[in-house]
């Protein structure tokens, strides 16, 4: 596609709830990253797949957030148990190359566990 | 581990004025850095980069040069307009090209 697209834009979910975010990268982009973002805070890595492995998870809080992307294309970050701090902006990005060239960003998930 | 420094915002000019916002880094290795902006409602967008000492980034007017001496990027404007009202983040890329570390960002605002 044209950019990086993220669905659903805004999800509300109440606390204890599983969700699941959606990112479709650019055609052709091997590497995918998730980011997070709260609010008034710079974006914060997550994960990084290169193709359709995990080539980096060391930024994922802990073991209720998990992410795949199992065609190397379409990625999808899951959250169990969801608690009111993991409140925040989830941003996809996709890039050619690898984080040393710039990623091109998604406009991102907010999510509000309530 | 690799961290980014920017000055605390808000900025608040008058259109017309000269931008600074400063960005300094900590990083083993030689890093690529970059700038990136987040107007009002939209997503991050890639303003510019440089990926070597002495580098020199560019865009829409925006200039940065990668000081390795001094650790810092800042972002410089000489002349702003309403329309560059947005936040701006300083970020590091490491070397395994892994993942981008941001700095928190510099809220501007630019009146008439």
């Known amino acids: 596609g044209a950019g990086v697209s993220q669905t659903p834009s805004n999800k509300v979910t109440e606390k204890g709830k599983y969700v699941e975010l959606r990112c479709d990268p650019i055609?052709?982009?091997?590497?995918l990253y998730w980011y997070r973002q709260s609010l008034g805070q710079g974006p914060e890595f997550l994960i990084y797949?290169?193709?359709?492995?995990?080539?980096?998870d060391s930024g994922l809080p802990n073991d209720r957030f998990f992410a795949v992307r199992p065609e190397g294309s379409v990625s999808t970050l899951k959250i169990q148990r969801t608690e009111r701090g993991d409140s925040a902006v989830y941003l996809c990005?996709?890039?050619?190359?690898?984080?040393?060239?710039?990623?091109?960003f998604g406009s991102g998930t907010r999510l509000t566990v309530v | 581990g690799n961290s980014v420094t920017q000055m605390e915002g808000p900025v608040t000019l008058s259109e017309e004025a000269f931008l600074t916002i400063n960005c300094t880094y900590t990083?083993?290795?030689?890093?690529?850095l970059f700038w990136y902006v987040q107007y009002p409602g939209e997503g991050l967008q890639l303003l510019l980069k440089?990926?070597?000492?002495?580098d020199k980034g560019s865009n829409k007017g925006f200039e940065a040069t990668y000081r390795k001496e001094t650790t810092s990027f800042h972002l410089e404007k000489g002349s702003v307009q309403v329309s560059d009202s947005a936040v701006y983040f300083c970020?590091?890329?490491?070397?395994?090209?892994?993942?981008?570390?941001f700095g928190e960002g510099t809220q501007l605002t630019v009146n008439p």
């Open positions: 990083a083993t290795g030689y890093p690529s």
């Open positions: 440089a990926t070597k000492a002495d």
């Open positions: 970020a590091l890329g490491d070397v395994s090209g892994s993942r981008l570390t």
């Open positions: 990005a996709s890039s050619p190359q690898g984080a040393a060239y710039g990623y091109t």
């Open positions: 055609s052709g982009h091997t590497a």
């Open positions: 797949f290169q193709g359709t492995g995990a080539a980096d």
